[in-house]
């Protein structure tokens, strides 16, 4: 098996091809930049002024809710969708003035978008048999590259089946052959394990990150799942409402969210609305002692359910009572209501922690925490 | 057919009810399909063979018949082109005065044939509106079978047109855009994605339009002059026949026209399973 994947290795350039103007050799990854670009759909824009620049072979994920633009930043970046402004370069190139057949694009569908009246083999030739005969492979080179990718993707000896004769997990994988198949200079996947199970996603995961460290495309996937972010990608790129919040390696999002929206969406968090005054933080009218300082004014304190402590009779923690408490992984969760305006936050304490009953009295002191401008 | 092989009905399902509805369809269809074509049969049977062969083989018959089928086959065969073309555009392109146009397509279908038939002559006749034209270039439409050809176009348009459109409606767009990120040119993915698609309904409204045009009668009359062996149909020639109260040819004619209606239908619709099992895989 390795030996044949050895063999495999991508980039292979399937025939030199005549030169041909405004097509940069296939397979080659490259670079992705990104500037100030809008797309408005009627009125509301769903990109928002977004900058971006992907390094060649970096596996990028585009993580963010629903609505927040992410397929139409992957649209615009295939030339499915025009920006309303802005630029696109691939590889310092202008690409905005490329269409979709010339971008050289490996885009896979949210629906997958396999072709129905076709085999499961003539999809994946797709891309090769589509080429003018000036530069299309030969029968058997195609023949030879499909059988390469479907081994690629473990799909063999399947490639007689129709697509509605595969599970979801297998037609996923026959998209992205098919995308393969043409070297695509960048690979762009949008939600590509949206419809599997929780088991699927975790095995097409570490099999996506297989075929990257094979391939070295330049990979930029859209996901809405936090957890397939952090783990599948190089860097992540946090998208909220057409704008990016945040772009950095996981560590970074993870450790250091630029805003209480990045801190939520990553991991979990809790946010209260606190204020800085005379070089003291308070909550309403107490003070938290955790040693924050800055300029007077109202400010949101984030941190996350595991990262605080709670300091028993000591002052200077935040003040609240228990409302529910159950099982969370590893530990116990708390949900406490805090003050007057019973704003609620998250706390999980160990499992073996003593149990405690709804309307105790607790003080929460956070360990690690993050204030944001309010 | 029916003996010696054991009789499977194809995927039972598991909505009951089966054998009732069978039983229904079975019983409405001899109602109103088959005990009339029986019925139709059986008095060509008791005009013997010789008869039969007679009136069948006279050149007048052969003449019409022809002139019937191979007039249909052309007209469907056009519907089946320019009907792809409309659909398409009506399911494609959005453009003011798109939803009058897609009611335009049904008219063919309400019309009385005979005002068809009237319309179509007084525009195609050597002095009507498009005649006048035609004819300083010498082509004459109406009283030949130019003109019966336009009129079972007319007649036959909407067949295709309905039964293309749904399955256009449903082409997903992604799919189109999954080729073009291949390389594929709009032509390429129009012919190697889509048109495999609309295969099967593409032949429905063929064998529709066919069907139609073989039997159509009112329309037809008015246009084609009804010249014997030049510009008369088979349908008209029956109705000579029977004003001849010559009831036997007119039977005779009858069950000739359907015969070869069967088996064009059934040959297209062989094509169709073929198509459907070979690209409609759906
Ligand atoms: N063709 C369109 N016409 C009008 N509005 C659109 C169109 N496509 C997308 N939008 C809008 O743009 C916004 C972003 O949509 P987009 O599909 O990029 O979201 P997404 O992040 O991919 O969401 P999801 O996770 O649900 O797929 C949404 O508010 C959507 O309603
Ligand atoms: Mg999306």
């Known amino acids: 098996m390795e030996a044949a994947f050895a063999d495999a290795t991508f980039p292979t350039v399937i025939e030199p091809d005549p030169p041909a103007p405004r097509q940069w050799s296939r397979g080659v990854p ?16 769903a990109l928002h002024d977004v900058s971006l620049k992907i390094e060649a072979g970096e596996l990028v994920a585009l993580l963010g809710p629903s609505g927040s633009g992410k397929t139409t930043l992957l649209r615009v970046l ?66 030879d590259r499909v ?4 081994d690629l993707v473990q799909l063999t000896g399947l490639e007689n089946r129709y697509p509605t004769q595969l599970s979801g997990g297998q037609r996923q994988r026959v998209a992205l052959a098919r995308a393969l198949a043409i070297e695509p200079r960048i690979l762009l996947l949008d939600e590509p394990f949206g419809a599997l199970d929780a088991k699927v996603r975790r095995d097409l995961r570490r099999w996506l990150r297989e075929i990257h460290e094979q391939t070295g495309h330049t990979t930029v996937f859209v996901t809405h799942d936090q957890e397939e972010a952090v783990e599948l990608a190089d860097r992540i790129v946090v998208l909220n409402r057409g704008k990016i919040e945040q772009i950095g390696s996981p560590d970074e999002i993870y450790d ?119 | 057919m029916a003996s010696g092989t054991t009789w499977t009905f194809r995927k039972p399902s598991i909505i009951p009810g089966f054998g009732l509805a069978f039983g229904f369809t079975l019983t409405y269809l001899s109602l109103i399909v088959l005990i009339p074509l029986a019925a139709l049969v059986l008095m060509t049977a008791s005009l013997g063979w010789p008869e039969f062969w007679r009136i069948a083989s006279d050149p007048r018959t052969l003449a019409a018949l022809r002139l019937s089928f191979g007039a249909s086959l052309a007209a469907a065969g056009i519907n ?13 392109y959005d453009f003011p005065g798109r939803r009058l146009l897609d009611a335009f397509v049904d008219l063919p ?13 007084a525009l195609y006749a050597p002095n009507g509106w498009i005649g006048s034209l035609l004819a300083p270039l010498g082509i004459k439409v109406a009283y030949t079978p130019a003109g019966i050809v336009i009129a079972l176009i007319f007649i036959g348009l909407p067949f295709v ?8 409606e449903e082409i997903d767009r992604e799919v189109e855009e999954a080729a073009a990120t291949l390389g594929a040119s709009r032509f390429l993915t129009f012919r190697r994605i889509i048109l495999p698609t609309l295969l099967p309904p593409l032949l429905t409204g063929f064998a529709l339009a066919l069907a139609r045009a073989v039997g159509e009668y009112g329309s037809v009359i008015f246009i084609a002059g009804n010249i014997p062996f030049v510009s008369e149909i088979a349908p008209l020639l029956i109705v000579v026949r029977l004003t001849e109260f010559n009831y036997p040819a007119a039977t005779a004619v009858a069950t000739l026209m359907l015969l070869i209606s069967f088996a064009l239908l059934l040959a297209i619709n062989l094509i169709q399973a073929w198509s459907r099992r070979r690209f409609g895989n759906v």
């Open chain 2, 161 to 168: 047109v309905r039964t293309l459109q749904p399955v256009m």
């Open chain 1, 147 to 150: 059988l390469e990718l479907l």
């Open chain 1, 256 to 374: 250091r969210p630029a805003s209480p929206f990045v801190a939520s969406f990553i991991g979990e968090s809790s946010a209260l609305p606190v204020r800085i005054e005379d070089g003291r933080l308070f909550l309403d009218d107490r003070p938290i002692e955790i040693g924050a300082t800055g300029k007077d004014g109202p400010r949101t304190l984030v941190f996350r359910p595991h990262d605080v402590e709670l300091p028993g009779a000591r002052p200077g923690g935040i003040a609240g009572r228990i409302i529910a408490e159950r099982r969370h992984g590893a530990s116990r969760r708390l949900d406490v209501e805090i003050g007057m305006r019973r704003h609620r936050i998250e706390i999980d304490v160990p499992a073996n922690h003593p149990r405690s009953n709804k309307g105790d009295r607790v003080s929460v002191l956070p360990t690690r925490w993050w204030l944001f401008d309010a």
């Open chain 2, 80 to 92: 089946a082109v320019f009907g792809l073309i409309v659909a398409w555009v009506l399911v494609r």
């Open chain 2, 109 to 121: 279908f309400a019309l009385p044939t005979a005002v068809a038939g009237i319309a179509l002559t």
């Open chain 1, 30 to 45: 490259v670079d992705v930049t990104i500037e100030h670009v809008v797309k408005a759909f009627a009125e509301t824009p």
């Open chain 1, 78 to 143: 295939a030339g499915l969708e025009f920006p309303t402004s802005g630029r696109v370069l691939f590889g310092g190139e202008d690409a905005l003035g490329l269409s979709v057949q010339e971008r050289h694009i490996g885009f896979v569908f949210q629906s997958y978008a396999l072709f129905k009246s076709m085999k499961v083999f003539d999809n994946i030739a797709f891309g090769l048999t589509a080429r003018p005969a000036r530069t299309r492979p030969s029968r058997a080179k195609i023949r």
